[in-house]
């Protein structure tokens, strides 16, 4: 193989010098833990930003908004950030209740003077506003505490005669930040789950391998300490290059116990296996090949390099976890253990001398593999749920369902930025204009004579009939400043050359009906982008405040489908140079492909719905899926060499346990992930099937 000599050397360097290693471990995690509460790293966890790539059409599409509500000052542009509230009311006599009636409708207009009622079981409030400075975002931010006050101490109040619900961005925030809380307390009781299993699959380790060791109890919590530096060593690194931590980043925690826990057991599974030699140095340097050569994403971080190998040499020394010979031979084979080894023996006969079985089963396995493959590819969903990130229990979920239920699907409007406008004057450019918005407002769910700028109001304020090849521009300066039409100053930018009034940039308000999920607003939105890009010379921007999390839901496939690819390609590369047996390599590599294949297109079949939390999920599954094939192909591998006299049963036995306590230590570390109450099970199926 071809870095045997070097690591080689690198086990025998830690196994001669244990302590030396272990105190720099504990320096670079503690300078890491300094670092971070010196210079923590930023938390952003919201996702309007940061989820998608370089070149997501929503990045300019957000610029434009912010830089068109935009005020100037001293030349500098301060940029604003758009900034929305909603309040709903409803009866609460759902039977008998309306809107619409004197005493529901007089109670919500004291509540908030104005008249804006548009059915009759739901009221509704719309606030908006462009936050220019800091002065403005803490005027929000205080008007958003004070109206939360205020709906608290209606609600409260028995005697009222409507329920208001409050929806805002502020509001959605601290809700996601306190079900991210959550989560990291499930993940918590994951991590100590975790650490109990660990301690009980060192026990059986011992037991299967013969071995005594009173110490597997500070070796088993040692275990439990390597993800947690690991991930320290991670989150420092982070906020010394600068990057931030969002709310995927609750995953990693998940992600780092999946890789080190399993890379712990195998670890300690090789040492106690590894017999031919006695001094501490020699021993070290076998287990580190072995390790490695399989295992070497999971031993590639400094804890696992350094502190745990000098933690085990202390708690597992070679000179007392072997038992003496003599010991062994005064031991009876107790009933249980010749069962097991009459199973484990004819089940290994059945594997080495069944050819046609074994053709039969692989010819199954592998057309289930392309059925579910071909079927679960075409039930990929993706879409972006709020309620899903939420606790059960928070208010925020009845705000998010009367935008997503019944506002959504009633109408959703989209801004259309044209940054170069047309001609007026010119038959070609303006014909070419209308063109355009002709198509947009060819769209499935357009709502007809819905669709909003100013032109339609010139033509009106003008006398025109609306289907002239040209617009006269001569009296858009009485138009824009009469009192009725003046609030178009807002929706379009222009500049006065004499008599002749020139358009510099422009807003078009598209109004939809029937979206009624993310991704209805996702593909809606690309069907304008598409339109908009036919015509270039308009320069013409489509716009909703969630476009950023529309491109997170239309690059999330991509990503499931990328990043895996980028891992197993490397895992492939790394497998062929170290492993050293083509077949052994080639095993492996399907192996791993083939899990995270499957895992995906199962659970899409079971209904699974792709968000960044399914697809953080996913992408563990992708990093530890290599575990698998490497730890079957490893113990098949070397039991032969290390245990030359052993029956067949006896080699499939020691083969088994090892994988199937490292599989099975993956569903105790998210057993405990679940957001709120389960609803999205996708997760539970996407850890079975793996």
């Excluded at 075409?378 to 990130?389: C, G, P, Q, S």
């Excluded at 899926?625 to 006896?650: N, P, R, V, W």
Aim: glycine share 6%.
């Amino acid at each position: 193989m071809v870095f045997d000599k070097a690591i080689r050397h690198l086990g025998s360097t830690i196994g001669m010098r244990p302590l030396t290693f272990f105190i720099a471990s504990a320096v670079l995690f503690f300078i890491s833990i300094s670092y971070l509460l010196l210079l923590p790293p930023k938390i952003h966890l919201g996702f309007d930003s940061g989820y998608t790539t370089t070149d997501a059409p929503s990045i300019r599409e957000l610029q434009t908004q912010i830089e068109y509500f935009g005020n100037k000052l001293d030349d500098n542009l301060i940029k604003g950030k758009p900034w929305y509230m909603a309040l709903f009311a409803e009866p609460r006599e759902q039977t008998k209740g309306s809107m619409t009636d004197f005493k529901e409708f007089n109670e919500f207009e004291r509540f908030y003077k104005g008249d804006e009622v548009i059915r009759s079981r739901l009221s509704a409030l719309y606030f908006m506003a462009f936050i220019n400075s800091s002065q403005a975002a803490n005027d929000m931010k205080n008007f958003e505490e004070k109206v939360s006050e205020w709906v608290a101490d209606h609600n409260a109040n028995g005697t009222k005669l409507t329920t208001i619900t409050q929806h805002s961005a502020r509001g959605m925030q601290l809700e996601i930040t306190r079900g991210v809380k959550f989560v990291v307390a499930k993940l918590l009781g994951g991590i100590v789950l975790t650490t109990l299993f660990t301690l009980a699959s060192f026990t059986a380790l011992n037991k299967i391998r013969g071995r005594s060791n009173r110490r597997v109890a500070p070796l088993a919590l040692a275990s439990g300490v390597v993800p947690l530096m690991s991930v320290v060593n991670a989150l420092a690194a982070c906020s010394f290059f600068g990057m931030h931590i969002n709310t995927i980043t609750v995953t990693s925690p998940a992600l780092a116990f999946a890789i080190g826990i399993d890379g712990v057991l195998m670890f300690y599974n090789a040492w106690i296996s590894v017999d031919m030699h006695n001094n501490v140095k020699d021993h070290m340097a076998e287990v580190r090949l072995f390790s490695v050569n399989y295992y070497c994403f999971q031993h590639l971080a400094p804890p696992m390099i350094f502190f745990f190998p000098a933690v085990m040499v202390w708690c597992s020394p070679v000179s007392s976890h072997r038992p003496l010979v003599q010991e062994v031979q005064k031991l009876p084979e107790s009933p249980e253990k010749k069962k097991m080894d009459m199973f484990f023996g004819r089940y290994a006969h059945f594997l080495s001398n069944s050819t046609w079985p074994k053709i039969f089963i692989t010819s199954l396995l592998c057309l289930c593999l392309v059925l579910t493959t071909y079927l679960g590819f075409a039930e990929v969903k993706a879409n972006i749920d709020y309620r899903d990130f939420l606790p059960a229990d928070s208010p925020s979920n009845r705000g998010v369902r009367f935008m997503n239920d019944i506002v959504w699907p009633e109408f959703f409007n989209i801004i259309f930025f044209i940054e170069k406008p047309p001609h007026f004057d010119d038959p070609s450019s303006y014909q070419q204009f209308r063109k355009m918005i002709s198509e947009i407002e060819s769209l499935p769910g357009n709502i007809k004579n819905s669709g909003m700028m100013w032109i339609n109001d010139y033509e009106r304020h003008t006398g025109m009939i609306g289907n002239e090849t040209v617009l006269n521009m001569t009296q858009f300066e009485d138009f824009i400043t009469h009192h009725v039409y003046k609030a178009w100053n807002s929706g379009v930018r222009y500049r006065l050359d004499g008599n002749h009034s020139v358009i510099t940039s422009m807003l078009y308000f598209g109004a939809f009906e029937g979206a009624r999920s993310m991704m209805d607003k996702a593909v809606l939105l690309s069907h304008c982008r598409q339109i908009v890009a036919k015509y270039p010379e308009f320069d013409t921007v489509p716009f909703d405040t969630e476009v950023g999390m529309v491109d997170v839901i239309l690059q999330i496939p991509y990503v499931t489908f990328c990043i895996p690819l980028l891992v197993i390609t490397i895992y492939s590369v790394v497998s062929l140079v170290l492993i050293g047996n083509l077949a052994v390599s080639l095993v492996a590599i399907v192996s791993t492909a083939s899990i995270y294949l499957e895992t995906y297109c199962i659970s899409s079949l079971m209904g699974m719905v792709l968000n960044p939390f399914s697809t953080a999920f996913l992408l563990i599954v992708a990093a530890s899926a290599s575990t698998h094939g490497s730890h079957i192909c490893y113990t098949f591998q070397k039991e032969k060499m290390l245990h030359l006299f052993l029956s067949d049963g006896e080699h499939l036995m020691l083969r088994i346990y090892p994988c199937s306590f490292s599989m099975e230590s993956k569903r105790d570390r998210f057993s405990f992930r679940l957001p709120h109450d389960g609803k999205d099970k996708t997760l539970d199926e996407m850890l079975f099937w793996e």
